[in-house]
């Protein structure tokens, strides 16, 4: 999947390679679209993707202005938490209660289970 970028960072080249195993075993669909989270150093983005046709659902980071005044000056894991709940009310009012989550080879603690719980507290299930 991703072989073909060339990483230096041995971190990186170890989550690309959990990136690609996970992808070939997880796949989302329009009824159960599949709830991806990328984290970087400064901000963490969720976006819901429906795999079938290549389509980005919904997205949520704290650059999106609505969530930027309401995060500013927070720890990472309550903006992080934020974004989980923006993007379960997204896919709420979508009509979409169920999602397949994607932790993108990133460990599932921290802000990627901060948006997990998030989520959850939108009322999406997974």
């Known amino acids: 999947m991703a072989g073909h970028i060339k990483y230096s960072n041995p971190k990186q080249r170890k989550r ?3 990136k690609g ?3 070939l075993r997880i796949s989302g669909t329009a009824e159960r679209p599949r709830l991806s989270v990328f984290r970087s150093t400064r901000y963490v983005y ?3 993707v429906d795999d079938t046709t290549g389509r980005v659902l919904a997205c ?3 650059l ?3 969530l930027k005044g309401a995060v500013s000056g927070k720890p990472k894991k309550e903006r992080a938490r934020a974004i989980g709940k923006a993007i379960g009310d997204k896919l709420v ?3 979409i209660k169920a999602v ?3 932790r993108n080879g990133y460990i599932y603690h921290g802000r990627v ?3 997990a719980d998030g989520a959850r507290d939108a009322g999406l299930t997974f």
Do not use: C, G, P
Request: no cysteine; hydrophobic share 40%; charged share 35%.
């Open 16 to 18: 690309i390679r959990r």
């Open 21 to 23: 195993s996970i992808r």
């Open 46 to 48: 969720a976006q819901a």
């Open 60 to 62: 949520a980071s704290e």
């Open 64 to 66: 999106e202005t609505q």
């Open 93 to 95: 009012a979508l009509n």
């Open 100 to 102: 397949v989550f994607d």
């Open 113 to 115: 289970k901060e948006i």
